[in-house]
């Protein structure tokens, strides 16, 4: 039997995620799910910093020496605050360390041993060289797969009722519809391109041109008749002051309760900096710039450049041409692949649960490389240990089973009240 612990940070999954692990378990594991961020909040002392990272240190240390894990897989990378913290604690007792992330194909996530996004290894000389019966496969699979976007548009992160009233008022108010090119930049986590911690390696893979985002945004804040729209990342919290140093009228910035949908529909051209949203852009036929390597840049739809001159000038002249893609072929191959390649949580064109299915849980366990025992064989004993700790701890099964359904009723209201009034 292997003891594997586990993190993971987004909320719209962990109902799939539980049921996941369960039948997991089935298969001879124990799997333990801490959430990283509510650790950090439960330990936040804002006046002694140090006394905040020395608890989270001690408590995560607890769960490691009373669970005993042989493989930790953390959800995100070593740059951030708990991650890093995590990771040199399974470091220090020789734990195995695999690395989780969402793709931009809903309810599907990779896992790897590399923290720098290893995933984009795996395709990134990817030359759509199958075989034609496989080919043909991904490509039907990811067309499918593209279409179901281009109907719903993914919003990528749970947005509230002030979502709503926000994005009536800015549209009204800001006056987004004017006449003006618009420029929309959708924000890394600062954290995950390390841009809070100097120069490293994995900035110069993802966010290659410019010394931070601020220096970036003032450069095309200075193209003519050009509004810059930039939308912070969800994981963002704390906003760096390079973000917002310089105050101009062509500058706006959109926090996380705006749908970003509405703002890669009202604008000319998106520039991305590793989002996975990069597949709505596409689906909205918007022209998209990569900062830097993205999850779909080796679609071929969209733009990557060489420096930071040719990134200036692209950004130009697609600003005044408006050009639009339209060979998707590459890309539906990508997308069938990577649902393929890696774990769904659910299927994301029927919405049918795959926490029960034998094929996704045995890749995933191959994935960790471990033995799998005939699940028939083996009774599933650990599940009410991790939730009655993940209860205990966060608090938020409750939240997702009731006042996850409060919320839909008062979203609905809140959209008819403003739908009347505007």
């Known amino acids: 039997m292997t003891k594997v612990i586990i993190t993971h940070t987004t909320g719209e999954n962990y109902k799939y995620l539980f049921k996941f692990l369960d039948n997991a378990e089935k298969y001879g594991h124990e799997f333990l799910f801490i959430h990283l961020n509510t650790e950090c909040k439960i330990f936040n002392n804002k006046k002694k910093k140090f006394n905040k990272k020395n608890n989270l240190k001690t408590n995560l240390n607890s769960y490691l020496n009373n669970f005993q894990p042989s493989i930790a897989i953390i959800f995100g990378n070593i740059n951030e605050f708990q991650n890093k913290i995590f990771y040199d604690l399974c470091y220090q007792k020789k734990i195995k360390i695999l690395f989780s992330e969402n793709l931009p194909i809903p309810g599907t996530f990779f896992i790897v041993d590399n923290w720098e996004y290893g995933f984009l290894d795996s395709f990134k000389n990817l030359k759509y060289n199958f075989l034609k019966a496989q080919k043909n496969q991904y490509y039907e699979r990811g067309k499918r797969i593209f279409k179901q976007v281009q109907k719903e548009l993914p919003k990528r992160h749970n947005i509230g009722i002030k979502s709503w009233i926000t994005k009536t008022f800015q549209i009204k108010y800001n006056n987004l519809e004017n006449k003006n090119k618009k420029l929309l930049i959708l924000g890394p986590d600062s954290t995950h391109l390390g841009l809070n911690t100097g120069k490293n390696k994995f900035k110069k893979t993802f966010f290659p041109y410019f010394e931070n985002l601020g220096e970036m945004i003032n450069q095309l804040s200075k193209i003519n008749n050009t509004e810059v729209w930039f939308k912070f990342h969800p994981a963002d919290l704390e906003i760096p002051e390079y973000y917002t140093r310089y105050n101009k009228t062509n500058i706006k910035y959109f926090k996380n309760d705006v749908d970003p949908n509405i703002l890669i529909k009202n604008c000319d051209v998106v520039i991305s900096c590793l989002s996975k949203l990069e597949i709505n852009i596409m689906a909205l036929n918007k022209p998209l710039i990569y900062a830097g390597k993205g999850f779909l840049t080796n679609s071929g739809v969209g733009y990557y450049c060489k420096n930071k001159d040719e990134f200036i000038n692209k950004t130009k002249y697609l600003l005044d041409k408006k050009v639009k893609s339209k060979k998707y072929d590459n890309l539906f191959i990508l997308l069938g692949w990577m649902e393929n390649q890696y774990i769904n949580l659910y299927d994301y064109i029927s919405k049918r649960q795959n926490t029960n299915n034998e094929y996704q849980l ?61």
């Open 362 to 422: 045995v890749k995933f366990l191959k994935i960790l490389q471990v033995d799998i025992v005939n699940k028939h064989n083996f009774k599933n004993s650990f599940s009410k240990t991790r939730r009655d700790l993940y209860v205990k701890k966060n608090k938020l099964i409750f939240e997702l089973n009731l006042t996850g359904k409060i919320r839909k009723i008062i979203n609905k209201i809140t959209i008819k009240f403003f739908q009347k009034l505007f």
